[in-house]
Every structure is written in C-alpha cells, then in structure tokens.
Nanobody, 124 residues
Framework: QVQLVESGGGLVQAGGSLRLSCEASGRTFSRYRIGWFRQAPGREREFVAAIDWSGSYSYYGDSVKGRFTISRDNANNMVRLQMNSLKPEDTALYYC?????????????????WGQGTQVTVSS
C-alpha cells in the first residue's frame, strides 16, 4: 500500500510557475507508476502527466506538453510536477495517483491510490 500527499498548489498569475510535490509513504515506492490528474469545477478529471517506476519514461497530456515537467526521486519517495507558463485554463484541483500493476498509464481507472489533491488557481 502507499499513501500520497500533494503540496505546492496556490494562486499564481498567468504566465507564472508552480511546482507541485507528491510525497508517498511506504518502502516500495519505486515499484509504482505515478500520475498527475486534474479536475476543474463541472468537468471530468483529466490526465496531466505520468512517469514510470524508474523515471525513464514520462507522458503528458496535449494541453500541458512543453509547459509541464514530471520527475521523481525514488530515494525520497517524491514526485514533482513543474508547471511553467501557466494559463487560467490550468485552474483545477490537482491529484497525485499511484499504482504498481500494469495498466494504461494515462487512464485514471488504472490507478488504485489517490491523494487528496492540491488546488491550483491561475488568474488572468
């Protein structure tokens, strides 16, 4: 099992940057693929970015490609999401998710563990 805690959200102006962190408990963190998802009011939760267990492969949603970067530090049970050139449409509750079983890394249904979320608000 793994427990996830997100941090780093906040209010930022358009064009600014934020760095989200996802800290995981448990000694087997390196076995888990990690995804970031977001949900804006009235909208479905959507895929943002994901990284495989080793950190060798990363994946991004089309709307954030080139602006966001996901990375992981297995020694410290941490995954980070660097968000640059933020836009008002990036405003959402951002969730960190984890799973150790094989599955489509972009699909939220393949993740069994979720954090509580951290709010990101981008003002225009």
């Amino acid at each position: 099992q793994v427990q996830l805690v997100e941090s780093g959200g906040g209010l930022v102006q358009a064009g600014g940057s934020l760095r989200l962190s996802c800290e995981a408990s448990g000694r087997t963190f390196s076995r888990y693929r990690i995804g970031w998802f977001r949900q804006a009011p009235g909208r479905e939760r959507e895929f943002v970015a994901a990284i495989d267990w080793s950190g060798s492969y990363s994946y991004y949603g089309d709307s954030v490609k080139g602006r966001f970067t996901i990375s992981r530090d297995n020694a410290n049970n941490m995954v980070r999401l660097q968000m640059n050139s933020l836009k008002p449409e990036d405003t959402a509750l951002y969730y960190c998710a984890a799973d150790s079983s094989p599955g489509y890394i972009r699909a939220l249904s393949t993740y069994g563990y979720w954090g509580q979320g951290t709010q990101v608000t981008v003002s225009s």
